[in-house]
Structures are given as structure tokens and as C-alpha cells.
């Protein structure tokens, strides 16, 4: 599970960088600023969803001893 969790973030902000390179050639401004804010946050749930799944599995330890 926490390996899991640790691969997925890392999957998403390696998406969200591939994006981030893709868009420095787009020239449509409007665009850019949109998918990039998007990518902007997809990458900031990925942080917390992965840091809220390494807490519930710190808790769920404390209950097993």
C-alpha cells in the first residue's frame, strides 16, 4: 500500500512535468495558463492524497502493537 501510494504521486508529477515541457511550445497563451493550472493542481492532490495515505497507515500501525 504505502509503495503503491509513493509510485502513484510519482507517476502524476511525472505527467504533470511531461505536461509542463509540452506546453513551452504551445502559443496559445489562454490554454497554457488553463492545462497548466490544472497540472498545477492534479500535482498538489497527488502530494496530499499520498501524504494522507502514508498518515492513515502510520495510525493504523499505532493500532497494531
Known amino acids: 500500500g504505502l ?3 509513493m509510485a502513484a ?8 512535468l511531461n505536461v509542463r515541457i509540452n506546453l513551452a511550445g504551445i502559443k496559445d497563451e489562454t490554454f497554457v495558463r488553463e ?5 498545477d493542481e492534479t500535482a ?7 501524504r494522507e495515505i502514508l498518515r ?3 495510525i493504523s ?3 497494531a502493537k
Open 3 to 5: 509503495v503503491a501510494a
Open 9 to 16: 504521486r510519482t507517476a502524476v508529477l511525472g505527467a504533470v
Open 35 to 39: 492545462v497548466a493550472a490544472e497540472a
Open 44 to 50: 498538489a492532490r497527488a502530494i496530499a492524497l499520498e
Open 56 to 58: 492513515l497507515a502510520e
Open 61 to 63: 500501525e499505532s493500532f
